[in-house]
């Protein structure tokens, strides 16, 4: 049986036609009853936004692209929806191309949730949000890109130790303790790991050792930041990292074992608090990022917070670090999702 969902606390006053947007790949079925569990979390977020939807009393109908537009159009013309709910993450297996599928929609005048294209481009490419933002004054890591093609070469002035990632990948992809290098053989491995198994540039960051926190941001004009969230990673090993692979974010076991969980952030000052909430909005402004968003961060033991990245359109499943951090905030699952829909709205 499929683990339970947020329960509904209230329907919405007003019934919209909403389009669930999904990956072909990820399109719930209709009812969650009796799913098993493995396939539940498969598409756990497409299935409680379904869910919630419904019970907010939508009429809600999904359309799953993989590399046509083909049924995005149809679906359109045909039925009109009054919003179009985006949970798309990839289109013709590119990350970046989530893009296209959101310009395509405001060139058809269709509101839709989450973020504009513009800020999608800038967020993916985590180089280019550092640039931006370094220049804007924002604390960020060096940092350097391995393209892939091109033969290995380590600047000068990229100091070890660095932390090894995919350019554009999201979810911690690619991202194990082997990511954290302090010699240039360790780091040529690694480059070449991202480039032949994820399959993109890499970037090699300055490793900042501290805490890692998360700030919920949403809105489009008036931008409004949910408390302060971070990864409890003290139930790693001594000599392990604290970072957050691929293994602490997706793998249930290993989070068992090791106590790993997201929390309302630890021992915060309201000062330090309301700094981070500042410095995100300030991020999402200046990356064009708007809808929803989680921004990343790193936070030294003396209090520098470092700009990790942005993350527009966030996993927004139900217990999940938006969600969780929206419910700390007084809204309830079905309420955060009625203000998405209605930020979406706005756009019109």
Not at 73 to 80: A, G, P, S, Y
Not at 148 to 161: I, M, T, V
Not at 295 to 313: H, K, M, S, W
Request: hydrophobic letters at 40%; charged letters at 30%.
């Amino acid at each position: 049986m499929a683990p339970d969902v947020a329960p509904a606390v209230f329907r919405t006053k007003k019934k919209r036609r909403v389009l669930l947007m999904v990956h072909e790949s990820f399109v719930p079925p209709d009812e969650i009853e009796g799913m098993d569990e493995e396939t539940y979390f498969s598409m756990k977020t497409e299935c409680d936004v379904l869910h919630g939807l419904r019970q907010l009393g939508h009429d809600v109908r999904v359309v799953g692209l993989r590399d046509e537009l083909a049924p995005l159009r149809e679906v359109l013309d045909e039925w009109q929806p009054h919003v179009v709910f985006n949970l798309l993450e990839e289109f013709k297996d590119q990350i970046v191309y989530d893009a296209h599928i959101v310009g395509y929609l405001e060139l058809r005048g269709v509101p839709y949730t989450g973020c504009n294209p513009r800020g999608l481009v800038l967020a993916r490419d985590k180089a280019l949000s550092k640039k931006v933002l370094a220049y804007h004054r924002i604390r960020t890591p060096r940092f350097h890109v391995f393209p892939r093609g091109r033969r290995f070469k380590k600047p000068a002035r990229l100091k070890y130790p660095v932390i090894v990632k995919s350019l554009v990948a999201e979810g911690s992809e690619g991202i194990a303790q082997a990511s954290i290098v302090s010699s240039d053989d360790a780091l040529a491995d690694r480059v070449a790991f991202v480039h032949e198994q994820v399959m993109t540039d890499a970037i090699a960051e300055q490793y900042i050792d501290g805490r890692e926190v998360y700030a919920s941001v949403i809105g489009l004009h008036r931008l409004e930041v949910m408390p302060i969230w971070e990864i409890t990673l003290d139930g790693l090993p001594p000599s392990a990292p604290r970072i957050a692979t691929s293994r602490v974010k997706w793998d249930l076991k290993y989070q068992d074992k090791h106590g790993i969980d997201t929390v309302r952030a630890r021992d915060l000052s309201p000062e330090l608090e309301e700094k981070i909430a500042r410095v995100a909005k300030r991020i999402c402004r200046r990356l064009n990022i708007n809808g929803y968003a989680r921004i990343d961060f790193r936070l030294t033991p003396d209090g520098q917070v470092y700009f990790l990245e942005a993350n527009p359109n966030p996993d927004i499943a139900y217990g999940e670090e938006l969600a969780a951090s929206a419910e700390a905030n007084g809204l309830s699952y079905e309420a955060l999702l009625e203000k998405l829909l209605r930020i979406g709205m706005r756009r019109r």
